[in-house]
């Protein structure tokens, strides 16, 4: 997020105006209060010195979330050393300054210090144009003359008054390396009044997708992500007998060294409030996600894209071949060709491999190019074989992290001579092979590592291999080569992160493990993440039936795995008219509001839905696995009520013309007449 370096001059809360993002502040009382016409949040540094949090309120549904007044609580979570700041720390206030931010929003700087003297806390608070979430962010400055470590923070530092409500909290799962059906299903729990919570792992390696809502009985809702990619843990708890909920996010095994007068700032997280069902919560984070953190796509219009990947040969790949493929995959429509694993001559040792490539990688890149296409190389940027150069010349740079990517050893990217040897290396490749796209590949992003001979501090491995690890090696390259786009891979969605959002166009989800697996994925993935984030990849044991190609329509770029030589040519016209159907529809779907309406499983049909507003046009896929049912009563959501439109199907010919009312209670026919069938459904306004 660029400031502007605007200071704006405050006016009181009378003029504030709708959908313009302000911050109000109180010299008298010490209180902030930010609001943007959709939410207006208040902090106080009260007489005592105490930061607090007063409230949070939903200004269009008229929802509070009020502080406990049994539990006081304040944004300032975090431990240095033997020193805890938290809602019973005394501060004084040094400064308070606000800045307009881009996008459209606000972010006020409160500059407070600890009266006993070690810290300077300055909590960072940002409100967006149109959007009911509140970002947030605390740097902590160590005013002592030692070095202190930063060994615990709360990122979701939140506490509300329960309201004798009871509460549900809705969770997600990422992408495991062992293949599980429960990969990106998703978890509702009652919480119980007794305060043992729900909790999310999130991360790297971690079981969740970095994301968490919560709701009471009627509706009132909110939800929170975290930026970070490294391994946290985040609950969420209920004490009736003290009538609060409470949050907290930590950073595992953190151990953040920070020298005197030196900065630690921790991740930024955002709490954003919503008023309905859950596929409310995830459309509003995908609003916020999308306008505020994502990575722009490469280009709106033609994105997600439908792209090509050589893993169906696994290695097995040469020149000869990949042109071949190259030349239908253009004929078909394909945008994005890429080259997986194999292309190298070894993990690690990031060069052509010349029995394969004879007249050198760059010539199929620009004969790819040739055909209109973009060039895409898989890239395991953080495993290198024990054989690779690099580590003969350099054995101490791997982690002490052992995932075994194809037999590859881990390399530790926050030891600062392996970081910098990486960054000239993909800029190398970048370069030398005409490079469009990276497919990020390998086994766990934030490799564990506790040597003591690395410039990273031996026992902050988790924090140091995401932020200076992962992080700062992709940001430097994206730096250097900013028109050349990532993609989230580690064998598969591994690492389902906000933080992840901001520098990767797409992230996979599941890894080629098939239509129903692929179908899961996306139902899961698109309550936190907006669709583009539910990248598919389609292996050839599919097959070619609607079933298999309408299981990759909604979501994330389509790959496909497909040996394209050995199709036949009824195939081939196949393939081609879905992908273009494909076409026709991601950009619809990529900005639609997602309802999940039945969830996939072996023995069920399921269905997923996406709205449009500004089109007031709907699109549904419904797809029947193993189950019975010859047809399936489709009850469409977020219509308009007493508008009149047309349903089409792409398989039946039948039509139907209705009143959105009509069409979401009474529902409508979709024929799946045999198991393994399917039907994309078309909703469209009458003029
Ligand atoms: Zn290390």
């Known amino acids: 997020m660029r400031l502007s370096g605007i200071v704006l001059n405050i006016t009181l809360l009378a003029g504030l105006a709708f959908g313009g993002s302000q911050s109000n502040y109180d010299p008298d009382q010490n209180i902030w209060t930010l609001s943007n016409g959709w939410i207006r949040t208040s902090f106080q540094l009260t007489p005592e010195g105490f930061f607090l949090t007063q409230q949070i309120s939903d200004l269009q549904s008229g929802d509070t979330w009020a502080a406990s007044p049994n539990r006081p609580t304040s944004p300032v979570r975090l431990q240095a050393d033997s020193d805890l700041f938290d809602a019973q720390t005394r501060f004084f206030l040094v400064a308070q300054y606000a800045e307009s931010v881009n996008p459209g929003g606000i972010r006020q700087f409160i500059v407070l210090q600890d009266v006993k003297g070690p810290a300077q806390i300055t909590v960072i608070l940002d409100l967006y144009d149109n959007h009911p979430v509140l970002r947030y962010s605390l740097k902590y400055k160590n005013l002592t003359a030692a070095a202190t470590h930063v060994t615990w923070i709360n990122m979701v530092p939140w506490t509300f008054d329960d309201l004798g409500k009871r509460y549900t909290a809705f969770r997600v799962n990422q992408w495991s390396v062992v293949a599980r059906p429960e990969d990106f299903q998703t978890q509702q729990s009652l919480l119980d009044t007794s305060g043992s919570g729900v909790e999310v792992y999130s991360g790297s390696a971690g079981r969740q997708c970095g994301w968490l809502a919560l709701r009471d009985s009627e509706q009132r809702g909110l939800f929170t992500g975290w930026e970070f990619d490294g391994q946290t843990k985040t609950a969420v708890r209920q004490d009736g007998s003290k009538g609060y909920v409470q949050f907290s996010s930590t950073v595992l095994n953190l151990n953040h060294p920070v020298e005197p007068y030196g900065e630690f700032q921790v991740p930024n997280t955002f709490i954003g409030l919503f008023h309905g069902d859950w596929d409310e919560a995830g459309y509003r984070t995908q609003r916020f996600v999308e306008s505020v953190l994502a990575k722009p796509a490469p280009d709106a219009k033609s994105f997600p ?383």
């Open 305 to 687: 894209y439908v792209s090509w990947d050589s893993w169906g040969y696994q290695d097995k790949i040469d020149e000869q071949t990949l042109r071949r493929n190259a030349d239908i995959a253009a004929n078909l429509g394909v945008q994005l060709f890429t080259v997986d694993l194999g292309w190298a001559r070894g993990i690690g040792d990031w060069h052509a491999d010349p029995a394969k490539f004879p007249n050198g990688l760059d010539a199929l890149s620009d004969y790819v190019h040739s055909l209109g296409m973009k060039f895409g190389l898989h890239f395991a940027l953080a495993e290198a074989d024990a054989s690779s150069q690099v580590l003969r010349d350099n054995p101490d740079w791997s982690a002490t992290d052992d995932a075994n990517y194809f037999g590859a050893k881990s390399l530790c990217l926050s030891n600062q001579p392996a970081q910098e040897w990486l960054i000239r290396e993909a800029i190398r490749m970048i370069d030398e092979y005409h490079v469009d796209w990276i497919l990020q590949d390998g086994q766990n992003m934030v490799k564990q590592c506790t040597k003591t001979t690395h410039t990273h501090d031996p026992a902050d491995s988790n924090y140091s291999n995401a932020v200076n690890g992962i992080n700062a090696v992709v940001s430097a390259i994206q730096k250097a080569r900013p028109n050349v786009f990532w993609e989230n891979c580690e064998n598969g969605g591994n690492m389902m992160t906000f933080n992840m959002a901001k520098n990767y166009v797409t992230s996979i989800t599941n890894d080629a493990s098939g239509s129903l697996a692929a179908r899961r994925a996306v139902y899961g993935a698109t309550y936190p993440f907006p669709p583009r984030y539910a990248e598919r990849y389609m292996p050839e044991s599919d097959g070619f039936t609607p079933y298999a190609t309408h299981s990759y329509r909604f979501g994330g770029p389509w790959v496909l795995m497909t040996r394209l030589p050995d199709l036949h040519t009824d195939q081939v016209a196949f393939l081609k008219d879905q992908i273009q159907n494909y076409k026709n529809q991601r950009t619809d779907i990529s900005v639609g509001k997602v309802f999940h309406i039945l969830p996939p499983a072996a023995n069920a049909t399921d269905a997923i839905q996406s709205y449009n507003e500004a089109t007031d046009t709907a699109i549904a896929v419904v797809t029947r696995a193993a189950a019975s049912g010859p047809t399936y009563l489709f009850r469409p959501k977020g219509l308009k009520a007493q508008q009149r439109y047309t349903v089409w199907f792409e398989i039946d010919p039948a039509v139907y013309s209705q009143s959105g009312a009509q069409l979401m209670s009474n529902g409508f026919r979709v024929m799946l007449p045999k198991p393994y069938s399917s039907e994309v459904v078309h909703i469209e306004p009458q003029q």
